[in-house]
């Protein structure tokens, strides 16, 4: 019974494996096309943000957006900050984001 169902299993398996190499060349060349069609679009951006601002646009922008969420507690705080603690925003300006933020 084994030997019987050998040639079948690999006839199965050789089908496979043609189909795999068919299809792995077309699959590598989107793969290429994807990367350098977004490596292109960073270095677009990356290049006008130096020669607008100079400086590097991924780093500002990860580092505003540590800073936006470094506040969302503080813009929790009751209307009277404390003593001890500086509020991030002008009190209108923190009931104004406290009703965006929820």
Same mark, same amino acid.
């Given at each position: @019974? !084994? ?5 079948v299993?690999?006839g +199965?398996?050789?089908a496979?494996? %043609?189909a795999?190499? +068919? ?8 793969k290429?096309? !994807?990367g350098? +069609?977004?490596k292109f !679009? %960073?270095?677009a951006f990356?290049?006008f943000?130096n020669? =607008? ?5 991924w @780093?500002?922008?990860?580092?505003q ?5 470094g @506040?969302? *507690? /503080?813009l929790?705080? %009751?209307?009277?900050s404390? $003593?001890?603690? $500086?509020?991030?925003? *002008?009190?209108?300006? /923190? /009931?104004? =984001?406290?009703?965006?933020l929820r």
């Open positions: @019974m !084994i030997k019987a169902v050998v040639p299993i690999k +199965f398996a050789d496979i494996k %043609t795999a190499d +068919f299809i792995v060349g077309p699959i590598n060349a989107m290429d096309a !994807i350098g +069609f977004i !679009i %960073t270095d990356q290049g943000y020669w =607008l601002v100079g400086g590097s646009l @780093m500002d922008l990860w580092n957006v540590v800073a936006v969420a @506040m969302i *507690p /503080r929790r705080v %009751t209307e009277e404390s $003593p001890d603690e $500086p509020a991030a925003f *002008p009190v209108d300006r /923190r /009931r104004e =984001l406290q009703r965006w």
